[in-house]
């Protein structure tokens, strides 16, 4: 199908303590790389701890870093609306120090209007406030003073310039993040009409990046998916377990229904479970991921035992990644890592 790099994608939603939840999403990132996987990515929520259990993603990172040796290491975003722009700059840089370049910056205006008030900033004015912010990293990473004075970023992190991704719904969005050089970051959340599939609405906007995106700059697009992989003998448990996670779904982001048959709302919600056929199947109607340089799996709302997801990050690697021509190993994450050592156009 295509030559995506494999990747893994946490929102830390584990059962149990804070804790706990934070050190198995901590094995799931080594399980990841022991298995090939090129990259795995975390994502940040405030205050709902249903909707996402990491507020703070560099200290996370952090812990990743020194417990890995090779894979990228990737927000999910950052709402960077709602943070600091100079400590993300330099958390970031510090974790990319840390774990010898391999940070890869993912940043969004997402997040929870009613998360704003806490930080005593409005929803309405994200876009404005995302922007400035944006300038902050960009004069940062690229050795200038920060907010027209003589100071610099210390430590100093250059090629994290080139590692940036823009994360988006829309086809202007997808313009944007060409046009900067950036990479796009696509959501399985993606919003859509009733009966359109997530390929459709996505599609577009892959194309407008590619036709914005600078000659020369080599496209970066990551897809994230749902994908949870079993055995045949685990398979009717895990659905058994899936079946809040993925009614949930249904209610709060597609705004529908969520009564009837779990395996239709499954198909609904882009929630790819079943055995490695099965999913192989699911994943090869999907025509982003032909378009896709990255492709990052989650459990999420299916939210297995530990165990099953282990598995299926395995599953996912060894079986469904050699038959979809996904690439794993090494290569894979060297060439994420080498981002950021050829100038981008502004």
């Keep these: 199908m295509t030559g995506a790099r494999l990747g893994f994608f946490t929102r830390l939603l584990?059962?149990?303590?804070?804790?706990?939840?934070?050190?198995?999403?901590?094995?799931?990132?080594?399980?990841?790389?022991?298995?090939?996987?090129?990259?795995?990515?975390?994502?940040?929520?405030?205050?709902?701890r249903d909707e996402g259990g990491l507020p703070s993603p560099f200290p996370f990172l952090a812990a990743?870093?020194?417990?890995?040796?090779?894979?990228?290491?990737?927000?999910?975003?950052?709402?960077?609306?709602?943070?600091?722009?100079?400590?993300?700059?330099?958390?970031?840089?510090?974790?990319?120090?840390?774990?010898?370049?391999?940070?890869?910056?993912?940043?969004?205006?997402?997040?929870?209007?009613?998360?704003?008030?806490?930080?005593?900033?409005?929803?309405?004015?994200?876009?404005?406030?995302?922007?400035?912010?944006?300038?902050?990293?960009?004069?940062?990473?690229?050795?200038?003073?920060?907010?027209?004075?003589?100071?610099?970023?210390?430590?100093?992190?250059?090629?994290?310039?080139?590692?940036?991704?823009?994360?988006?719904?829309?086809?202007?969005?997808?313009?944007r993040a060409g046009l900067a050089g950036d990479g796009l970051l696509l959501s399985r959340t993606q919003p859509r009409d009733e009966g359109q599939a997530l390929h459709e609405v996505q599609v577009p906007i892959v194309e407008a990046y590619l036709a914005a995106l600078p000659d020369g700059v080599p496209p970066r697009i990551l897809a994230s998916r749902t994908a949870v992989v079993v055995d045949a003998d685990r398979l009717d448990e895990t659905w058994r377990a899936a079946d809040h996670g993925v009614r949930r779904l249904t209610r709060t982001f597609l705004k529908r229904n969520a009564e009837g048959d779990l395996r239709d709302l499954a198909r609904a919600t882009d929630t790819h479970l079943g055995t490695v056929e099965q999913v192989v199947a699911s994943l090869s109607a999907d025509r982003t991921l032909s378009l896709a340089t990255d492709v990052a799996f989650q459990v999420?709302?299916?939210?297995?035992?530990?165990?099953?997801?282990?598995?299926?990050?395995?599953?996912?690697?060894?079986?469904?990644?050699?038959?979809?021509?996904?690439?794993?190993?090494?290569?894979?994450?060297?060439?994420?890592?080498?981002?950021g050592t050829q100038p981008v156009p502004r």
């Design 14 to 48: 584990d059962a149990g303590t804070d804790g706990e939840r934070y050190r198995a999403a901590l094995a799931q990132v080594r399980a990841a790389e022991d298995n090939g996987f090129a990259s795995a990515w975390v994502a940040q929520h405030h205050f709902d």
């Design 64 to 175: 990743a870093a020194v417990q890995t040796q090779r894979i990228a290491l990737g927000t999910g975003i950052v709402t960077l609306p709602l943070d600091e722009p100079v400590r993300v700059a330099e958390d970031a840089a510090v974790v990319d120090a840390l774990s010898g370049g391999r940070v890869q910056l993912g940043i969004g205006t997402g997040g929870t209007p009613s998360s704003f008030a806490a930080f005593e900033r409005s929803s309405d004015d994200r876009r404005e406030i995302q922007a400035a912010h944006v300038t902050v990293l960009r004069d940062a990473f690229g050795g200038r003073g920060i907010r027209n004075t003589d100071l610099h970023l210390n430590p100093a992190a250059p090629h994290l310039g080139g590692r940036f991704w823009q994360a988006t719904f829309s086809v202007d969005g997808g313009r």
């Design 300 to 339: 999420h709302s299916v939210d297995p035992a530990t165990e099953i997801t282990l598995r299926s990050i395995e599953l996912l690697a060894t079986e469904v990644a050699p038959r979809l021509g996904l690439r794993t190993g090494a290569r894979a994450a060297a060439e994420l890592h080498d981002l």
